[in-house]
């Protein structure tokens, strides 16, 4: 509709002056035209979809930071449960379970982090009953979706000889040797992306079992 009134509007013009644009000259504006608005959309679209990607990952960088933390000042202050089971219960490179008083009630629940599919979960098992013991159900809830398996395991442990870039101790790891705890976790929201996996990472010593680290 637009071309068909450019069109009758210069033969109008043409027959009144007999001067202006020829034809094929409005065609080719029009070309051009149409050529820099299909290249400025493109464009603004590409800016909108990029920021919107670095959005997110951020928000998820930042998520995966707070997790880590909390993650951290659990294990940090986990002690023998309260059956006097010893501080660290379950240490393989995907599951991690400890006892930590966190809701100072003054009993000490199971604390356990795992890796069910691609989702990092927590579980909370608290003690009960006559005589006290852990054998209630646990309740469970995702903290990390999107957890991509690489080389180097979720939870990495490390004994008194640990000096920055030792190597972890080989599972399976006598719990009782441990001082230290490296976390590792990667997040790839979208696998068919061309971006890299973001990665969270931190390291903890139990107080109550800390030693020389």
């Known amino acids: 509709m637009v071309l068909s009134f450019?069109?009758?509007?210069?033969?109008?013009?043409?027959?009144?002056?007999?001067?202006?644009?020829?034809?094929?000259?409005?065609?080719?504006?029009?070309a051009i035209s149409v050529v820099i608005g299909i290249s400025v959309w493109t464009?603004?679209?590409?800016?909108?979809?990029?920021?919107?990607?670095?959005?997110?990952?951020?928000?998820?960088?930042?998520?995966?930071?707070?997790?880590?933390?909390?993650?951290?000042?659990?294990?940090?202050?986990a002690s023998a449960s309260s059956v006097g089971s010893y501080v660290l219960a379950t240490t393989t490179d995907s599951t991690l379970s400890f006892y930590v008083d966190r809701?100072?009630?003054?009993?000490?629940e199971q604390i356990r982090y795992f890796l069910q599919g691609t989702d990092l979960k927590k579980g909370i098992l608290k003690p009960?009953?006559?005589?006290?013991?852990?054998t209630g159900s646990e309740t469970v809830r995702t903290m990390v979706k999107n957890v991509r398996?690489?080389?180097?395991?979720?939870?990495?442990?490390?004994?008194?000889?640990?000096?920055?870039?030792?190597?972890?101790l080989t599972q399976p790891v006598s719990a009782s040797s441990i001082r230290l705890v490296k976390i590792t976790v990667?997040?790839?929201?979208?696998?068919?992306?061309?971006?890299?996996?973001?990665?969270?990472?931190?390291?903890?010593?139990?107080?109550?079992?800390?030693?020389?680290?």
């Open 186 to 213: 990667v997040v790839d929201d979208d696998i068919n992306d061309a971006l890299p996996p973001l990665v969270g990472t931190t390291q903890v010593s139990v107080r109550t079992i800390k030693d020389n680290l």
């Open 103 to 108: 809701d100072n009630d003054g009993l000490k």
């Open 128 to 134: 009960s009953g006559t005589p006290l013991g852990y």
């Open 6 to 30: 450019i069109i009758k509007k210069y033969y109008r013009k043409r027959r009144s002056f007999s001067t202006g644009f020829s034809l094929p000259e409005i065609l080719v504006v029009i």
């Open 43 to 77: 464009l603004f679209i590409d800016i909108f979809s990029s920021s919107r990607t670095a959005q997110g990952r951020l928000q998820i960088q930042q998520e995966l930071q707070v997790i880590l933390r909390r993650v951290s000042a659990e294990l940090r202050s």
């Open 149 to 168: 398996a690489t080389s180097t395991p979720i939870f990495s442990y490390y004994d008194t000889n640990y000096a920055g870039t030792t190597t972890p």
